[in-house]
């Protein structure tokens, strides 16, 4: 992996936060215009949510639920957050912004997580990365012979903390509304 992309994984989160920054600067919120980000979050976080339900991390090679249809629903359920909120926004630039980071951060982070599941799960892997697309799902379930099952779990989507998604984005979505009516006065 190149400096740059040790880098951009590292620093993912925190340079979120300093974006976060400049998407709110450009933003041009209305209550419509967040209801809309907020209604399409909805669907990113319920994905969110039901992939972590069956991720049980660095223990076994997660195959079954979402995972049998991309190998990053996480990763799929956050893009379409970002959707979310580039339509929240109401603005080309903050959505430009949020686009391009996910764009480069996420296809960084699912690369590098993609060569560690190779060297942790060998032969079990290259078999499920073989039948199941990396990011945009298939429309069929896969089956892969040979990797765990596992059914969705409340207590795992607890112990994933997926739960901070969901805050985060309602604080993003609050913050957006408090920003329209500041502007209004």
Do not use: D
Request: net charge positive.
């Amino acid at each position: 992996m190149s400096e740059a992309a040790v880098l951009i994984a590292r620093w993912r989160v925190r340079l979120g936060y300093l974006l976060a920054v400049f998407v709110l600067w450009f933003a041009r919120p209305t209550p419509k215009y967040v209801a809309i980000g907020a209604a399409i979050g909805a669907i990113g976080l319920w994905l969110r949510a039901y992939a972590a339900g069956y991720l049980h991390k660095q223990k076994v090679l997660t195959v079954t639920g979402p995972y049998a249809y991309t190998r990053n629903p996480l990763y799929l359920g956050s893009a379409i957050l970002a959707l979310g909120a580039g339509v929240a926004t109401r603005s080309w630039i903050s959505a430009g912004i949020v686009v391009v980071y996910f764009a480069i951060g996420y296809s960084v982070v699912m690369r590098r997580e993609e060569r560690e599941l190779l060297a942790q799960h060998g032969e079990a892997f290259h078999v499920y990365a073989t039948a199941v697309p990396l990011f945009l799902p298939k429309i069929t379930a896969a089956n892969v012979s040979g990797a765990s099952a596992g059914e969705f779990s409340f207590a795992q989507y607890k112990r994933n903390h997926e739960y901070q998604a969901a805050f985060g984005y309602l604080l993003l979505l609050s913050a957006l509304l408090i920003l329209w009516r500041l502007r209004l006065g």
